[in-house]
């Protein structure tokens, strides 16, 4: 646990040092922030903000990890194969991100991607990521609290993982939407999942979490409202999907929408919404979906619903990590 401490510590440090430089960069191409017209309308004033925030995560965290795991990664042994799922499950969603973003600034529609060929890529690379998981490291089981064996579910795990994956990777996007929010929270995540495993011993798992945790820290001294850069899809995709893919390396995939209380709210507020305005022909169950923009229109300030998101993100962690111990 000390020298994952220390990882956090360092890669926070990388990290922070390459955000001014990624920001300088960022603005020179002009690469900013589109708004929706239909969000509120406090949140105009953002538009332009450098996104593609993501690359100042991914880039330390890929390199640090890589650097720590050089002799496995060449002889590709069991802790190579195991890190090097996480890393290419955050490269390849932040290679698609980064894609999204870019479509968003510079295409002609400003949206990014049309959602059904993002969302195929997704899968696909998800059915790579699963296959690789469950027979290259031969993960087939699922943990249940209070049963203290796992419980071998075989084939069954496939379509799961693609599911956890997929999920993860979207529900983290949705909530992308305000100041330090998704960033927060993620690194929440991450930090339960550090515990997780390193009760389990899985000690470059747990090295790699707490890198995670330090990159993400460092987006947030950027991320603070106001903002100087947001996330993107660089960000929210690849650390979606690799948070997903931890879970399922840990075997305590069960307790993910626990100890991210807030990303499932997201997404459930999100689908409620579009499911319940469909039948009832244009009535809505919220102000505004997802579920943050409506606390905002309900009086909230952006620092509030943050805050508070992350202190019911803080409680689902340590409820998530104490039921792993059950």
């Known amino acids: 646990m000390a020298s994952s401490l220390a990882l956090g510590t360092i890669s926070f440090l990388l990290a922070v ?51 720590l795991n050089l002799p496995n990664l060449r002889g590709l042994d069991l802790i190579g194969r195991s890190i090097l799922l996480p890393m290419g499950v955050m490269l390849a969603y932040g290679i698609l991100g980064a894609i999204d973003d870019l479509a968003g600034v510079r295409g002609t529609r400003g949206t990014g991607l049309l959602a059904r060929y993002k969302f ?23 943990a249940i609290p209070t049963i203290p ?57 747990v090295n790699f979490c707490f890198t995670v945790v330090g990159a993400t820290l460092a987006f947030l001294w950027y991320n603070a409202h106001p903002a100087m850069l947001f996330m993107g899809d660089t960000g929210s995709l690849s650390l979606g999907a690799t948070l997903g893919t931890v879970a399922l390396m840990t075997g305590q995939w069960l307790l993910l929408p626990v100890v991210g209380i807030i990303f499932v709210a997201e997404a459930l507020s999100d689908i409620l919404q579009v499911a319940y305005f469909k039948l009832t022909k244009g009535k809505r169950i919220f102000k505004m979906a997802p579920i943050h923009h409506h606390f905002e229109l309900k009086g909230w300030s952006e620092v509030q619903v943050t805050l508070r998101f992350w202190f019911i993100a803080m409680l689902a962690a340590m409820l998530g990590v104490a039921l792993a111990l059950i």
């Open 149 to 205: 064996y796992k419980i071998d579910i075989g084939l069954w795990y496939l379509p799961i993982a693609v599911f956890i994956i997929v999920g993860s990777t979207n529900a983290v996007n949705l909530t992308d939407g305000l100041d330090g929010l998704a960033g927060g929270t993620v690194a929440i995540a991450f930090t339960a999942y550090g515990v997780i495993a390193y009760l389990q011993g899985q000690v470059y798992l």
């Open 120 to 142: 195929l890529w997704q899968v696909l690379i998800a059915i790579i990521v699963a296959i690789g998981l469950h027979f290259g490291l031969g993960l087939r089981s699922v």
């Open 17 to 67: 040092f390459w955000g001014g430089p990624l920001i300088k960069l960022l603005k020179k191409y002009r690469i900013g922030k589109q708004i929706r017209v239909d969000g509120p309308s406090s949140h105009m004033v953002k538009m332009g903000t450098p996104t593609m925030g993501g690359l100042m995560t991914i880039i330390p965290v890929l390199l640090i990890t890589a650097a």
